[in-house]
């Protein structure tokens, strides 16, 4: 009896050891929209799903899913889930990642080229391309375009992704012109408890909140986030619009953090950046449309050029943490590149500069006006120009100039001359608003203090562009 028992337990023993194994081995599916497999798809190259939910239902445990570059239609037809009908590929109860960017012949995942290899997930503007409940995902080197969330709930917000009560980690990744009626552009996420959405290396361009029956409710032209937490790091939001509320990121209640992000040329009636409702805010080490009083953060254009790549005399160049920033960008390159890690989902090749305002004087001392501030604003149809003095002395007043390239002729754009409010002992504040100007056009700016003797100095240039719309494709 007791070498049965021993035999038993070693038996008892050997089933646990295999199962264990097996259970840590994940297994890999393969996706190409060219497939023309019948039978026992999925396992290899050459013998792919043709569709990414084909793969999705079959995936278990830790599974990986490998998809083919191209372009994968999400399905228009609804899957029935605890919240509704619910258009997009279907995730629930998965424990899964997603990865784009191959070529189909790579046998490990690093072998892979997402910035050149480009996969597309599309709605083709008429459904969502991600439904996401109860689960743990990863989507990495995915472009997530043209979906469509203008239904009942839960198909009225989050067109790109509609994510319920998950962990969710989107990276490496494009999500730009999707269209959801109310809540979140691109994305929305909610929990009824708990949940982290973790954002890295992401873009979010021309997405889009509102267009339905309650547009005045239409908030989170990006992303619209519900008690649960999120980390945004290194992402660039550009050009998404709401019809009522928070053109890029509207949070209500949990805690968000963002770190080393753009936002520029977002856009709402009420706040065009970030809105916070009943929830904590970290914002960090960030440019554009940022909150200026936590660390880190500037305010200036962040001179992207039109595939939303620094310029080499961006502000956002080494201005970034270190603390949890990824080791490589959008492109795949090495993070950092320069004396520290930068802002955005690009790292640029360039180093920042020191970057001082040119001066033009006459032979004459020139005028003793001490400047403290030339900034311009882009908005709508406008550049809003604003400069401090910290005193002034004999100066009568102020001339501004604009040109369509920095170093191209400039005119002058005010009809009289802006009148001194400064004096010797006391600046003063001075701003100018330019009508004459068209949306997507980069313009420069000078200002030029004039004194009693005739004597001037110009300042400047700087510079903005109106209603920023990047002509960004990838």
Sequence with gaps: MQRLTSITQAIFFLVLLVSSANASHAAIWYVDNESTCTTSCGTSWGSEFDSIQSAVDAAAGNDEIWIKMGSYASPASPTITPQGPATGINIMNKNVALYGGFAGTETVRSQRDWANNVTIVTGNNITRSFYISDSTVRIDGLTIQD?????PQPNYGGAGVWSHQNNLTIANCVLKNNTAFIEGGAINAYSDNDGTITLVNC???????????FSLQAVGGAI???NCNMNIINCT????????EAGAIYQYLGTTNIRNSIFWGN??????GVYSRSATLEFTYSCGQVSLS????????PML??????QPNSPCIDRGTANGAPSTDLDGISRPQGNGYDMGAFESPFTATTTTIPTTTTTIPPTLIELSNFDVTPANLKVIVQWSTESEIDNVGFNIYRSDSQDGDYVLVNDNLITAEGSPSEGASYEFIDLDVRNRNTYFYKIEDVDLNGVSTIHGPVSATPRLIYGFSQ
């Design 203 to 213: 873009i979010f361009f021309d997405n889009y909140s509102g267009g339905g029956q």
């Design 224 to 226: 619209y986030k519900k």
């Design 147 to 151: 979906g469509y969330a203008g239904g």
């Design 237 to 244: 939001f550009v050009d998404n619009t709401a019809e009522a």
């Design 305 to 310: 050029d039109s595939t939303l790549h620094l």
């Design 267 to 272: 856009y709402a009636p009420f706040m065009e």
């Design 294 to 301: 936590q660390t880190g953060n500037i305010s200036s254009d």
